[in-house]
């Protein structure tokens, strides 16, 4: 799909030596950057919500019910081991 866009003389000057360099066309230089950018995001945004899960303290009733997992589990691998 073609779209135009406009982008700063510098940053085009670079794009147009990288994709001489690489020996690929500006189109695919400008669609590898954009898809480099948005795997950024993405992975941005889980350790985002990662650090906001890990951040928040366990409850009374959370924490006692870990306890009680973590006991069984314990229990369960050394009477299997």
């Given amino acids: 799909m073609k779209t135009a ?3 700063d003389a510098p940053l085009l000057k670079e794009a147009d030596r990288a ?3 690489m020996g690929l066309s500006h189109s695919r230089v400008f669609a590898l ?3 480099d950018y948005l ?3 993405q ?3 889980m350790l985002e919500q990662l650090n906001r ?6 409850s009374p009733p959370q924490r006692t019910t870990t306890t009680k997992l973590k006991a069984k589990f314990r229990s369960t691998v050394k009477d299997r081991w």
Avoid: K, M
């Fill in 39 to 41: 795997r950024h995001r």
């Fill in 5 to 7: 866009i406009s982008i």
């Fill in 43 to 45: 992975r941005q945004a």
């Fill in 53 to 58: 899960v890990y951040a928040d303290e366990l």
């Fill in 19 to 21: 994709a001489r360099d």
């Fill in 33 to 35: 950057a954009l898809e």
